[in-house]
């Protein structure tokens, strides 16, 4: 996989954590034992937020709570900060996302987002590095220690048609997220109704968090007017495009 | 001319999309530098000035921007549009040579408001092109920078396709990775 002779001025790793593929890119100073010690915390995160939040994983600290192996006390911190992202996401949105489905809290649909952000983290302290995370569509991009961002181009797919691409935004720091029945059908429900959302098409929000990217994305698939004029009204450092 | 101004980016298809723009300058997390505009493009903010939207290059400076094919009329014009649309051509060139020059295309109403395509030109070609906004009735607008407007005109989006960095979609599976433009380009960099 490595076997590098020549000095690269970008490097990718790749690997598949959460039953995705999540790809991270940097910038700078690749070559050093830092980017590679940093890039095996960042897939490390990401393993460990599958562990405590898995829905498939029958041992996830969620699953064991939900069926109360587990006092909430005991199980891993994340999972309480996460319920209150979950509840904050359902009052900022006007009920357009919501983690709770039949009184079972789930807040998969929050979490992908918050874990790359997350395991970001370990990349901000590489120094001279400018870095684009890419967890299966949810981007983030960020710089390291006293280091310029640089201007990563990311594709918007078109959902009409996957090999295409129908926009492209120029990030350098910050998260996108995008929202969709195309990969996976229909598995977005409208909060409002419990049903699943049959629409095509997909909806993109990038700003400031990958988080609220992430919500504002589930948001907007689901109603793009009301969830265009709440997200308005919440928070306008965020842009978005419905397609 | 010095309402309608040079330009010459064709009718964008614009925007049969949604997109959130904003009067706040806040744009925190990225510091996005908010550029107001001079004078002559503020008057325009305020109206749909007459004809532009349709997309068809004011007189004189007719497609040239695009063509490329700097004729010394076109150039002239183009001094002239650096000048007044002033703190964004600056904002531009400063990182770039003082040859690059930036032009508003027609301005577009969409549900959300006016908005048109600054393109930049350099060296005969179009080296960028991306969205402003103009909000209702207040005189200026905003470049967004960090948190940019989605690129949406096709021809624009197709030429950039091969130089795209990361993809977003809805969730790739680890099935259909190997299929997708993402793992193409992760493939460039192993």
């Known amino acids: 996989m490595r076997g590098v002779l020549a000095t690269r001025d970008r490097r990718a790793f790749v690997e598949q954590v959460m039953g995705m593929p999540v ?65 904050a996401a359902q009052r900022q949105t006007g009920g357009l996302f919501s983690a709770t489905f039949a009184d079972v809290h789930d807040p998969t649909g929050l979490v992908k987002g918050w874990a790359v952000e997350r395991a970001a983290g370990h990349l901000g302290h590489v120094p001279g590095i400018s870095f684009c995370l890419n967890a299966g569509g949810d981007v983030w991009a960020g710089a390291g220690l006293g280091a310029q961002p640089s201007v990563w181009r990311v594709g918007i797919e078109d ?37 699943p959302v049959h629409r095509t098409g997909s909806a993109t929000v990038w700003g400031p968090s990958l988080v609220w990217a992430d919500v504002w994305a589930t ?11 709440a997200l308005e009204g919440a928070d306008p450092a965020y842009r978005c495009l419905v397609l | ?50 004809g532009s939207s349709s997309g068809s290059a004011s007189s004189g400076s007719s497609g040239s921007a695009k063509s490329g094919s700097s004729s010394s009329g076109s150039s002239g014009s183009a001094k002239s549009g650096s000048s007044s649309s002033g703190s964004s051509g600056s904002a531009k060139s400063s990182s770039s040579s003082s040859a690059a020059r930036t032009y508003d ?29 103009y909000p209702n009735g207040n005189g200026r607008d905003y470049e967004i920078n960090s948190y940019a407007l989605p690129i949406l005109d096709q021809e624009a989006v197709q030429a950039q396709t091969a130089n795209i960095d990361m993809v977003s979609g809805a969730t790739v599976t680890s099935d259909g990775y190997a299929q997708s433009l993402q793992s193409a380009i992760d493939q460039a960099h192993l």
């Open chain 2, 105 to 133: 295309g027609g301005t577009a109403q969409t549900r959300w408001g006016p908005v048109r395509v600054r393109i930049t030109v350099q060296g005969g070609k179009i080296t960028d092109s991306r969205a402003v906004v």
């Open chain 1, 219 to 229: 948001a907007l698939f689901v109603d793009p007017a009301r969830g265009r004029e």
């Open chain 2, 1 to 50: 001319m010095r309402r309608v101004t040079l330009w010459a980016l064709s009718t964008l298809t614009t925007l049969v999309l949604l997109f959130s723009y904003h009067t706040s300058t806040s744009s925190q997390g990225g510091g996005a530098p908010v550029i107001a505009q001079g004078p002559a493009s503020a008057g325009s903010a305020n109206g749909p000035s007459g």
């Open chain 1, 23 to 87: 790809s991270l890119h940097v910038r700078g100073a690749v070559e050093t034992a830092e980017v590679e010690a940093a890039a095996g915390q960042v897939f490390g995160t990401l393993r460990r937020a599958d562990a405590v939040f898995s829905t498939w994983r029958d041992d996830s600290d969620l699953l064991r709570v939900r069926r109360g192996d587990l006092g909430p006390g005991e199980a891993h911190p994340w999972l309480a900060e996460v319920r209150d992202l979950c509840a």
């Open chain 1, 159 to 195: 959902p009409a048609d996957r090999s295409r691409v129908a926009a492209t935004v120029e990030l350098s720091r910050g998260g996108m997220a995008t929202s969709g029945n195309a990969a996976r059908g229909a598995h977005i429900a409208d909060p409002r109704t419990g049903l």
